[in-house]
């Protein structure tokens, strides 16, 4: 059987041009295990980008798979709205001592834009319902990626991903966000207090009245290329949102479950938003679930006789879906039990070492930048001036295709390289990783 072929002939994949696909076919992956994955031929690729950032305790690993196996000869999946199942409520009672003090109250979507839209809509009747008409806007930053479907995409700030659907999205507040590797404000990272943050305050000086919610994601915006931002930045983001009665949405769809070093990017900073939307990590990369955690004080702006007609009239049809707890109870117990942020922790001081060391004086590579085992790498045509490269040479494109052909999945971002691994990485799986990566660079930058 001629696999590629067939892909080719049916399937439109995700975030690709296909014409790219006549010159590099998709690559049919027989099984994984670990943080690896095999081809069809036989090949073997480090997955060092977590399948998308979700794969976070390594393929086909043995707990889950048995919890799963379980949940499946239990019950696959039932109706959400008057009917429950205990994964989904074992799920929320574990995950409520995890989540910021305050965040009691779990709403369940099916993956991560979704639990956005849940969040904007969830945020904009609460308003509503408190007789605050104004608020009807929402704010984020320049670069911020929160998903794909229109009202998250409508906050989400990457040309590449929004500029052809702008005449269809919502008209959403956009302030400049924090650029520490060109900083305007003349700092660096180490004597910075959030200069740039009095972008922020003079939007909400403009505008803040009149804005439902601010969307960030914490101290990571991943999709714009690994950009990495300091605590202050959101314990001011947190002040200033309570002093104009604007919800703080955390987006911990990527950065949460251990990805900066700490359960979440929050943590970090030691605030509570008032919307924290979780996915991806969840079920460890199993299976499609996400959550929009809120407050008590949003949760009872709803709570209400039924004809009040005060009720979140929101769902999906796999809402709460059982085997998806099932993976995301034992992603909670494998976390704990295995003390995996601890040695992730360890790990990731092994691992800034051997890249720094790796990379620091390449005369392309323009900043380090890594926060818990996240690392990215970015290339710059001039190391003095941190001109880019002309975006039209591909130069990301081609390392990965390099990399990938010494068994590693590098995918950039643009032209930042990053690592994201599975919270499971050990040190000869770093080696191997940082090593084809200075091969890939070398090779194509010759
Ligand atoms: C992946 C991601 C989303 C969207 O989640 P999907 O499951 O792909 O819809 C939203 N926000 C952030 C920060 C993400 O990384």
């Not at 520490?180 to 207090?193: H, L, Q």
């Not at 943050?197 to 009245?209: D, M, N, R, T, Y």
């Not at 949405?249 to 929050?266: H, L, N, P, Q, S």
């Not at 976390?335 to 070492?353: D, G, T």
Request: aromatic share 10%; with cysteine.
């Amino acid at each position: 059987m001629d696999w590629e072929k067939k892909d080719l002939q049916y399937i439109w994949h995700p975030c690709s041009q296909m014409k790219d696909y006549e010159e590099l076919p998709p690559i049919v992956i027989d099984h994984g295990k670990g943080m690896y994955l095999y081809d069809i031929h036989g090949k073997r690729y480090a997955d060092v980008i977590s399948s998308w950032w979700c794969n976070l305790l390594g393929h086909c690993n043995e707990r889950i798979n048995g919890a799963v196996k379980a949940q499946l000869q239990q019950l696959e999946h039932v109706i959400f709205a008057n009917f429950s199942h205990p994964a989904a409520i074992t799920l929320c009672e574990k995950l409520s001592k995890k989540v910021p003090k305050g965040l009691t109250r779990f709403f369940f979507t099916d993956n991560g834009s979704s639990a956005i839209e849940a969040a904007m809509k969830m945020s904009f009747q609460y308003h509503y319902q408190m007789g605050d008409l104004k608020k009807s806007k929402f704010m984020a930053l320049t670069e911020a990626y929160h998903g794909e479907t229109l009202g998250a995409l409508s906050a989400s700030g990457v040309d590449l991903y929004s500029q052809i659907y702008k005449p269809l999205l919502l008209d959403c507040l956009r302030v400049e966000g924090p650029d520490c590797y060109r900083c305007k404000y003349g700092k660096c990272r180490d004597n910075c207090n959030a200069e740039c943050f009095q972008q922020v305050e003079a939007e909400f000086q403009k505008h803040g009245e009149e804005t439902c919610a601010f969307l960030v994601e914490p101290l990571v915006q991943a999709a714009a290329g690994m950009k990495i931002y300091p605590p202050v930045y959101l314990k001011k983001l947190r002040q200033i949102c309570s002093q104009y009665q604007v919800h703080l949405i955390a987006d911990e769809i990527a950065v949460g479950y251990g990805r900066t070093g700490k359960m979440f990017g929050c943590d970090h900073a030691a605030i509570t938003p008032d919307i924290m939307c979780v996915s991806k990590g969840l079920t460890g990369g199993y299976m499609p679930m996400a959550i929009a955690i809120t407050t008590e004080e949003i949760y009872q702006a709803f709570y209400h006789d039924y004809n009040e007609g005060k009720a979140f009239m929101h769902s999906h049809t796999y809402c709460g879906n059982p085997l998806a707890a099932a993976a995301a109870v034992e992603v909670l117990n494998i976390l704990e039990e295995e003390r995996i942020l601890e040695k992730a922790n360890k790990n990731a001081l092994y691992f800034r070492k051997i890249i720094t060391e790796t990379f620091q004086e390449h005369t392309y590579i323009g900043e380090l930048r890594g926060i818990g085992l996240i690392n990215a790498i970015e290339l710059v045509e001039n190391r003095e001036t941190k001109k880019p490269f002309d975006s039209s040479k591909r130069i990301g494109y081609q390392i990965y295709k390099e990399a990938l052909k010494r068994g590693v999945l590098l995918r950039p971002l643009g032209d930042v390289l990053y690592f994201n691994p599975p919270l499971i990485i050990e040190e000869q799986d770093m080696d191997l990783v940082v090593q084809v990566c200075q091969q890939a660079i070398n090779q194509v930058l010759k």
